[in-house]
């Protein structure tokens, strides 16, 4: 409801929330709870337009900051301002998925890509102008198919198309096969087949269907996590572009082995330019008996998918907090145990999975488990979709059997150059050269996907600075390790990026990353640190060289930042918290 107040008056007026809390039978507070969590809801006023440019380290590396002054220019705001008369809005927020085509906007609900300073200028004259939005991407937009609209937008990309999903893949032929089996044989044929969570975790995904199947309840619910969000990540775009029916076809066989009669797709709210194309592929999915009553003619086999669009907030691809999300609350994740099979979606037994996870379970109904065995590793079969951006000649999706090693994925992605890797987006590892030769899976490097690249030009610390404002800026502040942990350890690197730290800095930093991991509740913050942590392993001397001895008398752990705190707060000088601040 939230968000479709705001698609039509580009912001939840103080009215709406009063009518909703009313009609609800809920207080306008936790109305204004719910809408302050989402970056993209606004209790403010905003412009008929909102320009939303993408302010991820890759896209500042391709030219972020030439192509924002051409944009502030010439509408004559900064960013986190609308213009006078009403018309656009422009903002700027972390990865919105592209990459691949930095970069990259969105505005309202389509993308532009490769952005250049004169075509940026040229798009905020344009809607400066009140000129009909769909024309930034062609002039036929209403005479475009919703997948054609989609491809006018956005480029796929893909690099590698392997075995299982990019290549050739028949339509219907697991799901087919499933309707015939019995929901324990699916169960079996996906734990045969070694299949784990793409997403990230690796969980056994033929496990996590077997114990939501096993708990008594009157109903069950399958959810596709489609909030692909961690920076660097971009190939479950691609899937839902390309691949859409083999995504449903992998849900509905997942609904059919545990007995869900109820599916979501919660799609990121970056991701709203995708959502035509797929409520199109749902509704020929039903008209084909796909979706709906006796799917394939099987009596008893009923399901269907509903699309629920997030709203930008990172965490949310947290399974407890997506679910909290699907349940129209703050996007905030769940205290564990019970866990989202036991007691998820409204309290009923719920299995999350990744987009290309579900994609995958189809192809092992369709060719059998032993096939998928076949290909990987010992610990990681099948393939593995990799999205590239970064310092390399061809970005974009690349699918290969687990157990490639960085440097060959690098040399497929023309990045001879490459002096540093982030394998896993913000909340992996950083690796360098000294690395390449390790194996992409979860027996070496487990990665959900992203493979950031970084020539020798770049600055490490200020990358891992970039990340940790990133953490700070998505934590959802459920628990003070994370909320404000993040805080100091991005005041602590600050001190070795301006020449300040000592040793014992060093140390600091070890301490307070090892209590964040500790103390957090959820992956965001178990993972936040791991930006300082695997740059102090892989890159010692970029530290070292900016570390210098204490000298006598002076206190190295002296931390200017919080010293002053107390006088910030009588002075009302606000803290510096996320770095770019471009309304100043
Ligand atoms: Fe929220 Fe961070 Fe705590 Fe997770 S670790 S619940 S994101 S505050």
Redesign the pocket.
Known sequence: MLLAIQERCRWIPPAAVERLAASLGLTPVFIRGVASFYSFLSLEPKGKVIIRLCDDIIDRHAGLDAVLAAVTDELGISAGETTADGAVSLEVTPCIGLCDQAPAAMVNDIVLTSLTPETARHAARHLKAGKPLHDLVSPHFAGLTPQQRVHAQVASNIRAPGAVLLGEVPREAGLRRAATMEPRAIIAAIIASGLRGCGGAGFATGRKWEMAAREEASRRVVICNADEGEPGTFKDRVLLTERPHLLFEGMTIAARAIGAAEGILYLRGEYVYLRDHLEAVLAERRAAGLLGHAILGCGGFDFDIRLQLGAGAY?CG?EG?LISSCEGLRG??KTRPPFPVQRGYLGFPTVVNNVETLCHAARILDLGPDWYFAMGTAGSHGTKLFSVSGDCRAPGVYELPYGITVGELLALAGAEDAAAVQVGGPSGVMIGRDSFHRRLGFDDLATGGAIIVFNGSRNILEIVDYYLAFFVH??????????VGNVFLRQAIAKFRHGHASAEDVEELRTLSATIIET???????T?PNPVLSTLSHFPLVYAAVTRPAQDGQQASFDIQSAIETARGIARRRSFVYDRDFSQ
Do not use: H, N, Q
């Not at 957090?520 to 178990?526: A, D, N, V």
């Open positions: 965490v947290e907090a905030e994740p998505e934590s959802c502040g459920y628990c003070t390790p994370c909320r957090s509740r959820c992956g965001l913050g178990t936040s």
